[in-house]
């Protein structure tokens, strides 16, 4: 069977080719990792809660209770509305780099902003001495300012243009799943103990993202890219698992020296079905994915 020597847009260093879909683009700059940017004035709302702990400790000192119970309250609250806060920025961070992509499915900075009401209300209801009505006011005020500053959650999902929404749909749900999976993997390459072979594991994770991003440049793609995606991906998760297992025991040479020559064989396999795809080539997609199922098997580096 003819192979076709791939050279487009997502060649390193290869000049655009006939035989590349028009008009793909290139590589999202920030390299398809997750998303973590979290804004200073996020972080600094870790900061601000710690006052009530200093007010909690002279509420002890005095006896009081019920200021003791409203502060720590109080900063438990806040604190937990800051982390919500900070997760539900990942998620709308991610949720932009993509361009089909479900909302979360917790709106992290809705219940952030309603946290920090709640928890407001009851340090001026309970610490400060406030009226009820006065405690809820401020608590209002707290939860607009919140969501002034720093918004709410995507509520829509967003897909792309003349693509209907049960087929951006279904994308969104099969790249949930494999960017879980991908982080099953970091997670397991993690626990090598091997900052070398942790690094080859991340690179092949950045490969498989970019093809999460040629099936979301055309949906048409997933039937194909879900097989690619589960035996692949499948495989480098088990087989990292079990590596991990057997290397923090032994330090096995042999597994070692099997486990970078599966390596190598995916980074040069991911490589070619990135292009399979943008080529349409399907034939030679089921011959590589049927190697690479019978080369697991024989390697027995799945669990």
């Not at 035989?19 to 683009?25: E, H, L, M, Q, V």
């Not at 398809?32 to 400790?57: D, E, G, H, T, Y």
């Not at 994770?205 to 879900?226: G, S």
């Not at 399907?282 to 199922?293: F, G, N, Y």
Request: aromatic fraction near 6%; glycine fraction near 10%; charged fraction near 25%.
């Amino acid at each position: 069977m003819a192979q076709q020597r791939f050279g487009g847009k997502y060649s390193p260093g290869a000049q655009p080719s006939g035989g590349t879909r028009a008009g793909s683009p290139a590589p999202a700059p920030f390299r398809n990792r997750r998303a973590r940017k979290v804004s200073i004035r996020a972080r600094l709302l870790f900061v601000m809660p710690l006052p009530l702990l200093f007010a909690a400790v002279g509420s002890i000192r005095r006896g009081s209770a019920t200021e003791t119970i409203a502060e720590v309250g109080g900063f438990a609250g806040l604190a937990l509305a800051a982390w919500l806060l900070a997760e539900g920025l990942k998620a709308e961070a991610a949720f932009e780099a993509r361009k089909i992509a479900r909302p979360p499915s917790i709106p992290r900075k809705l219940f952030a902003a309603a946290l920090t009401g709640a928890s407001i209300t009851l340090v001026g209801a309970l610490s400060l001495g406030q009226g009820l009505l006065t405690a809820l006011a401020f608590g209002v005020i707290a939860a607009g300012a919140h969501v002034v500053a720093f918004g709410l959650d995507p509520m829509k999902g967003k897909g792309l243009e003349g693509v209907d929404e049960f087929a951006s749909d279904r994308v969104a749900r099969a790249i949930d799943r494999a960017e879980a999976m991908v982080r099953e993997i970091a997670g397991a390459a993690g626990r090598i103990g091997d900052p070398l072979l942790e690094a080859r594991v991340e690179r092949l994770c950045d490969q498989a993202r970019e093809v999460f991003r040629v099936v979301e440049d055309d949906p048409r793609d997933l039937p194909r890219a879900r097989t690619f995606l589960s035996v692949y991906l499948m495989g480098l998760r088990d087989s990292t698992s079990k590596f991990a297992e057997i290397y923090a025991r032994s330090r096995d040479t042999e597994s070692r020296r099997q486990y970078e020559a599966l390596l190598s064989d995916l980074e040069t396999s991911f490589a070619t079905h990135r292009a399979g795809l943008l080529k349409d080539d399907r034939s030679d997609l089921d011959v590589e994915i049927e190697v690479l199922r019978e080369r697991l098997r024989q390697d027995g580096l799945t669990t």
